[in-house]
């Protein structure tokens, strides 16, 4: 077994939550969202090619949004903000991500077809998403 290691990136700030995803990880901190490991269709949202990214890096595109809660599937994410709306990216090759489109997303990108809804919380598991409004869930 190896031993931990302490992420040194993460150290002064306040990780509020941990979203693990196929061999990639978010860190939601008070203030911004972070993100390391697999990348083959920009499921790490950080707008990069690579494959893989080994230390956790900032996802620009969410700064200065507030991230509640996020859902990772196999290679695509959801992310909530305190508003109810819902922002996703990576892989979107069954139209996943709800965008009208089935091309990847390396960067988040707000889901416009649930902007009439107030999201209260998102799920996920492989390749498809469970969003849950007051009353309704979409699927």
Known sequence: MKPSRHITRLTQREVRKIV?????????????????GKNNYGQLGI?????????????????????????????????????????????NDRHQLLLGHNQRCDTPVPITLLAQYTI????????????LTGTILLV
Do not use: R
Request: hydrophobic residues 40%; contains cysteine; aromatic residues 12%.
């Open 20 to 36: 693990i995803g196929d061999g990639f990880t978010f860190f939601l901190t008070t203030s911004d969202v972070y993100a390391v």
């Open 47 to 91: 707008g990069e090619k690579a494959d893989h990214i080994g230390i956790p890096t900032k996802i620009q595109k969410l700064c200065g949004v507030n991230i509640v809660d996020m859902s990772a599937g196999t290679a695509s994410v959801l992310a909530l903000t305190s508003e109810g709306k819902v922002y996703g990216w990576g892989k």
């Open 120 to 131: 209260k919380n998102v799920y996920s598991s492989d390749d498809f998403f469970m969003i």
